[in-house]
């Protein structure tokens, strides 16, 4: 039988080896690798040798976010269960949002990671009510915001090369700080940028700006 092969990234040497343990002790579960950190994770990582990855969300500087960028970039089969999460739905609903396709909560332990897993290969991931109400409020309000939208070819040719990186940042969700940081320019020109985006896409607010690329130029 064909085990499911796995990758774990946590900072806690001590997490690592009980998680490996743990999930070994299921015959149809295979522990390829421990690792530390997502950029240790990208050096080992091929294109079918990995079938989940578990990635702990006390990993600093938005590493998770990282790694299911790279994973959607890359067309990566390999799917993503988010662990130690804070039980805060609209933290969980960023994971899921960015690729994540389970997740499971700080209190829950490693002794539920396996049950996740296999709830996932099962197609029926494990989420709990509060979560499923808030799964279903954003869904509500992509309806509200995407009624009548309608991106335009020719006003997105008249954006700038800085503008097009902003608009990209905007559309993977991250805030004026993290814009800043990643194109080494100052919070408050990120603002300049976000402003002039707007009236030349003629939107109304950033949600409708992070949207456009999602909904075709």
Known sequence: MTRTRI?????????????????????????????????ECFARLGVANCDFILVSATLPNEEVRKLLKYLRQQ???????????????????????????????VQEGVGAWAKQIEAVCSGQPLVSPAMAAAMMEHLARLSRLTTGFAPQSRLYANLTRREHEVLRLLGEGHPNRVIANQLTITVGTV????????TKLKLSHRKAAGMYLAFGK
């Not at 900072?11 to 690792?35: D, K, S």
């Not at 603002?191 to 707007?198: P, R, Y």
């Open 7 to 39: 990758f774990i990234i946590h900072e806690n040497p001590a997490r690592l080896r009980q998680a490996a343990t743990l999930l070994n002790a299921h015959r149809h579960l295979r522990v390829l690798h421990l690792m530390s950190s997502v950029h």
């Open 75 to 105: 067309v990566m089969p390999t799917k993503v269960i988010v662990t130690d999460v804070p039980n805060d739905p609209q933290q969980i609903l960023t994971y899921i949002a960015a690729g994540a396709v389970g997740y499971v909560l």
């Open 191 to 198: 603002k300049n940028h976000v402003h002039c985006i707007l």
